[in-house]
């Protein structure tokens, strides 16, 4: 993919300056280049050799280490970690959104059916699980993620006591963020300890029985609790039973009710329930994996042509990736042909499409990488 490499060449040219990443003598880095070779356990002097390296070898994919280790190049029973960022994966691919997948094509590998929308778990042919899923990325992909994203945020700093100042919020350059807690007692967690913030953060496995004030014959909850109160709020918004919301509101006021044994138990089941349902949905593995790499920020994702962007919290609530991502030059353009259907979509405030298979179009170098790198499209430019 000779036009690829060029657009990509010329990115990390002209904004290798913004490439930023802390702490870069003590991370591991790998790098995927567009032959597909891997190559890892690297580490750089400091910054401006990381810099370099990304204009004179520019990658299709460039990651860094959550965790600072004494001896980066090491094998990874031998780098001595020294403190791991607390990382949080939020994917849209995860969510199964028919809004999300309506454009995405799925296909069974075993007898050939394929389909568009949310994939099913088996072929409905066949029976086979083999199912390979060509994702397409639209607004509400984005939305939905974002949505996720204020929830973390609201645990991590109202529940475990992490500070905005330490709260990263970066765009993966695909289907969704990721979230990272860079300084404070958080980062010193063990991989079981991860295991157990992601567990609160998601709501999974909670138990309210403990939160249960019996007073007078009456039912009060202990509001302290940062999940409660979520379950709470999901329950007022959600319930459609009037003597439940009337009660639901009562106890999210501090207010005590009075709960026959059935109703207590109907209460304990909607709590638990509501608790993962108002959870933040994110990948509770990648959480625990202190020896996770991700993507360098400002570096260009390889299936999309986006930049990896970090955020401030205030760039975030307005942060449009169609627009504010879109990190490779127009020029050179590019002349493809669609191997599926590519629907119509914006970049850079142009539309482009609907194009069917078959069809052949030249569109500008951005344009014609996201195509390509969704698998949609191959160049035909020599």
């Known amino acids: 993919m000779r036009e690829l490499e060029i657009l990509f060449a010329k990115y990390y040219r002209s904004m290798a300056g913004t490439i930023y990443v802390s702490d870069v003598p003590l991370r591991e880095f790998m790098f995927r280049d567009f032959e597909?070779?891997?190559r890892r356990h690297i580490s750089f002097r400091d910054l401006p050799e990381l810099r370099r390296y990304l204009v004179d070898n520019p990658p299709m994919h460039a990651y860094y280490s959550v965790s600072l280790y004494?001896?980066?190049t090491a094998p990874m029973d031998e780098k001595e970690p020294i403190r791991a960022e607390l990382l949080f994966d939020i994917d849209s691919t995860d969510f199964k959104d028919e809004e999300c997948e309506r454009e995405s094509i799925w296909r069974?590998?075993?007898?050939g059916l394929s389909g568009k929308g949310i994939p099913p778990e088996k072929c409905p042919k066949c029976g086979s699980e083999r199912i390979e899923v060509n994702h397409w990325l639209n607004e509400?992909?984005?939305?939905?993620t974002k949505d996720e994203v204020r929830k973390l945020i609201e645990v991590l700093s109202e529940d475990l006591g992490a500070s905005l100042d330490e709260i990263a919020i970066s765009y993966t350059g695909n289907r969704g963020f990721h979230v990272r807690v860079s300084e404070g007692r958080l980062t010193t967690l063990s991989k079981e300890g991860r295991r157990e913030v992601a567990f609160y953060v998601m709501g999974r496995g909670f138990d309210p029985t403990p939160l249960f004030i019996v007073e007078r014959g009456l039912v009060r909850l202990d509001l302290r609790s940062g999940i409660v109160r979520r379950a709470l709020e999901y329950l007022l918004d959600s319930s459609e039973d009037p003597s439940v919301k009337?009660?639901?509101?009562?106890l999210s006021k501090g207010i005590g009710v009075k709960l026959s044994s059935r109703e207590r138990k109907r209460l304990l089941s909607l709590l638990k329930e509501s608790a993962q349902r108002s959870g933040a949905r994110i990948d509770w593995m990648v959480t625990m994996d202190t020896g996770r790499l991700t993507r360098i920020p400002n570096s260009i994702h390889g299936k999309t042509g986006f930049r990896a962007l970090r955020l401030s919290l205030d760039e975030y609530e307005t942060?449009?990736?169609f627009k504010d991502?879109?990190?490779l030059p127009s020029d050179p353009e590019i002349k493809v042909r669609m191997k599926m259907p590519v629907p119509k979509f914006r970049l850079k405030g142009e539309t482009f499409g609907p194009y069917p298979p078959g069809e052949e179009v030249?569109?500008?170098g951005f344009a014609a990488a996201f195509v390509i790198l969704r698998g949609r499209a191959e160049p035909l430019n020599h």
Not at 246 to 250: Q, R
């Open 36 to 38: 597909g070779k891997v």
């Open 325 to 327: 991502a879109v990190g």
């Open 362 to 364: 030249q569109l500008p």
């Open 319 to 321: 942060f449009n990736p």
């Open 108 to 111: 069974c590998k075993n007898c």
């Open 140 to 144: 509400r992909c984005i939305s939905l």
């Open 70 to 72: 004494r001896n980066p």
């Open 246 to 250: 009337e009660k639901v509101l009562s």
